[in-house]
């Protein structure tokens, strides 16, 4: 059996998209199975249920992009399970998408 692999878990807020990043804390290319919840405002966008992701590696991390408006939140509860079925990663993960208007401030719309 292979050792625990930690995950670097990040939320990035492009200009359009919400991206959620699960990077695992190494080199070394490996097969993971994933279930998920993603939200926008309390509303399901998406949900997996034991996806296999090959492959993955921290420079190829498991990613889910999602288009995203102003003013939207985004959460995305996850579970990753190792390829022998331990969970080794479980997160939530929120952003808030904000506005800056012309004056520099943060508002939400």
């Known amino acids: 059996m292979k050792a625990k692999v930690d ?6 807020d492009s200009t359009d998209m919400v991206i959620f990043r699960y990077t695992p804390k190494t080199d070394v290319t ?3 199975v994933v279930s998920c919840e993603i939200m926008e ?3 399901v966008l998406d949900r997996l249920d034991d996806v296999v992701f090959e492959g993955v590696s921290s420079t190829n991390p498991i990613e889910f992009w999602y288009p995203q408006s102003v003013g939207a939140e985004y ?3 996850i579970r990753i399970k190792d390829e022998y079925g331990s969970s080794i990663h479980n997160s939530v993960m929120s952003m808030l998408r904000k506005h800056i208007d012309e004056n520099e401030n943060c508002v939400i719309k």
């Not at 995950?7 to 990035?12: K, P, Q, T």
Request: hydrophobic fraction near 20%; include cysteine.
């Open 7 to 12: 995950f670097c878990s990040e939320a990035v």
């Open 30 to 32: 490996s097969r993971y």
């Open 41 to 43: 405002n309390g509303n």
């Open 75 to 77: 959460k995305n509860e």
